[in-house]
């Protein structure tokens, strides 16, 4: 299971970090992934991480505004999205993957529930 957390109303410019806990997985052998969806828009790729922590994958939307990270001691992954901007506001959801790490949703084989973000301008 994956559980996405800390999302929020967020003026533009601001700060926010997404958690993502997993259970009932072997964490530190997944790459794990962040993706989100706007409202009348297609879920996309917003960045990845490969099992160590030392590879990772970002939109160009979102390049040097958004990085991932996780703690395998916790079971946990983490978006921190800095200068926020109202086309940032979507639905966040965290997934998992077995295998090397990916930036298409179909390559991703479990999913959380997704946690909002409204940022306003």
């Known amino acids: 299971q994956l559980q996405a957390s800390g999302g929020g109303l967020v003026q533009a410019g601001g700060s926010l970090r997404l958690s993502c806990a997993a259970s009932g997985l072997t964490f530190s052998s997944y790459v794990m992934g962040w993706f989100r969806q706007a409202p009348g828009k297609e879920r996309e790729f917003v960045t990845s991480?490969?099992?160590?922590?030392?590879?990772?994958s970002t939109a160009d939307s979102v390049k040097g505004r958004f990085t991932i990270s996780r703690d395998n001691a916790k079971n946990t992954v983490y978006l921190q999205m800095n200068s926020l901007k109202p086309e940032d506001t979507a639905v966040y959801y965290c997934?998992?993957?077995?295998?090397?790490?990916?930036?298409?949703?179909?390559?991703?084989?479990?999913w959380g529930q997704g946690t909002h973000l409204t940022v306003s301008s």
């Open positions: 997934a998992a993957r077995y295998g090397n790490i990916a930036t298409t949703s179909t390559d991703f084989g479990s």
């Open positions: 991480i490969n099992w160590s922590g030392r590879s990772t």
